[in-house]
């Protein structure tokens, strides 16, 4: 038997995402209080036709007050050796406020505590926090469109061969929009020659040929890619060891459209080449086509 506990923010998606475990096989329950888990765990596990089964629950802010329950009951059912894994879902505080306007929906924190959205936000942000920080998987959705999450919940959750079962995440992103939440690891590119200041390169962006030419025709860039590959190449097997599920690496240059879209390209072909499972989102221009 094999849990998964989708929690996060309100408006990150958490609906799409039960839905897509569903679609994969996974016996859901929404809203989930959090000292009912176990109980949950040990009532789908009993029946022997079932230990082979999959099952995946939401809890999260709806619950208020016994969500304080949500780390003891981790903790059980880790001593009773319930296989489980935590997917947080966050998004950042402009996108989430949009959500609400576009479905006309209160936030939960609002109701009772004479919040406004953003206040409901930032408060539901940092009780979540121990959370997220013990979560097997982050997912940014700020960027996502519901398909584009589907596929990635998708391909995080599928089972796989152990030696494959770590992803290896690439984000893009421009440092003047802030570094993305649920980075592992981030890399500034903004010391590297910019196409930015080059009039024909300026309206393109790290996709296209001409600006990864340019972008990796100088010799510090170069370098710089190398030793980087070299230490994710070498780290790797260790995360791995680890039973890390999920790496992200972030490359950041200014506006996150030119030097860190070529980097985190580079890199998505490097890693593959080493059979390694690769997402790539480049947000800012993925933001820009939204």
Do not use: W
Not at 117 to 143: C, G, H, W, Y
Not at 272 to 280: A, K
Request: contains cysteine; charged residues 30%; aromatic residues 10%.
């Amino acid at each position: 038997m094999g849990l998964i506990v989708v929690t996060g923010l309100s408006g990150a998606g958490k609906s799409i995402a039960i839905n897509a475990l569903e679609d994969l096989g996974y016996y859901c329950v929404d809203n989930l209080p959090p000292q009912f888990l176990v109980s949950f765990a040990d009532l789908y596990g009993m029946s022997e036709s079932n230990r082979e089964k999959k099952i995946a629950t939401v809890v999260d802010i709806r619950g208020k007050n016994m969500f304080g329950d949500f780390f003891h009951a981790m903790e059980e059912l880790g001593r009773k050796k319930y296989p489980y894994r935590i997917l947080f879902l966050d998004a950042d505080t402009k996108t989430l406020i949009n959500r609400y306007k576009y479905t006309r929906r209160r936030h939960p924190l609002m109701e009772d505590d004479n919040l406004s959205m953003e206040q409901a936000i930032e408060a539901e942000r940092n009780f979540l926090k121990p959370t997220m920080d013990r979560a097997d998987f982050i997912v940014d959705t700020s960027t996502l469109k519901p398909m584009q999450l589907r596929e990635k919940i998708v391909n995080l959750v599928s089972d796989r061969p152990e030696e494959d079962s770590l992803v290896l995440r690439i984000v893009s992103f421009g440092f003047k929009e802030g570094i993305p939440s649920d980075a592992d690891m981030v890399y500034d590119v903004r010391c590297l020659p910019n196409p930015y200041y080059i009039d024909e390169l300026k309206p393109l962006t790290g996709l296209t040929e001409q600006v990864q030419n340019y972008v990796m025709g100088f010799e510090e860039s170069r370098v710089f890619f190398e030793k980087i590959t070299d230490m994710i190449s070498y780290l790797l097997p260790y995360y791995r060891k680890e039973g890390k599920n999920e790496l992200v690496v972030a490359f950041g240059c200014t506006g996150g459209r030119h030097r860190s879209v070529c980097f985190a390209e580079r890199f998505a072909a490097h890693m593959r080449g080493q059979g390694c499972r690769v997402l790539v989102t480049h947000r800012e221009i993925e933001r820009s086509m939204s």
